[in-house]
């Protein structure tokens, strides 16, 4: 069984910046695929970033590019996001997922944790 547990959202003003931590059980996230998603109100799900192979490959959105970092502990089997110079369009709910690294689909989702910058 598969479980993804995410922390470290919060409230931060604009500028600043948060660390969301992936903590995966049943999956080795130095051989997954591990993917950030967001869900603003309103809006439908979108990537952020993802990790193969714990970080041998990354990827991330246009709109986070340069800002934020997926990387991971492979000790602790966590994957985390620095998010830096965060902007009031970066407010969401954040899901990290795993998924199966030959497809690129994700297969296991965690329960989310919302990120709100203030302006």
């Known amino acids: 069984q598969v479980l993804l547990v995410e922390s470290g959202g919060g409230l931060v003003q604009a500028g600043g910046s948060l660390r969301l931590s992936c903590a995966a059980s049943g999956r080795t996230v130095s051989s997954s695929l591990m993917g950030w998603f967001r869900q603003a109100p309103g809006k439908e799900r979108e990537f952020v970033a993802a990790?193969?192979?714990?970080?041998?490959?990354?990827d991330y959105a246009d709109s986070v590019q340069g800002r934020f970092t997926i990387f991971s502990n492979n000790v602790k089997n966590t994957v985390y996001l620095q998010m830096n110079s965060l902007k009031p369009e970066d407010t969401a709910v954040y899901f990290c997922?795993?998924?199966?690294?030959?497809?690129?689909?994700?297969?296991?989702w965690g329960q989310g944790t919302q990120v709100t910058v203030s302006s």
């Open positions: 990790a193969w192979w714990g970080g041998a490959r990354t």
């Open positions: 997922a795993a998924g199966v690294t030959g497809t690129g689909e994700y297969t296991h």
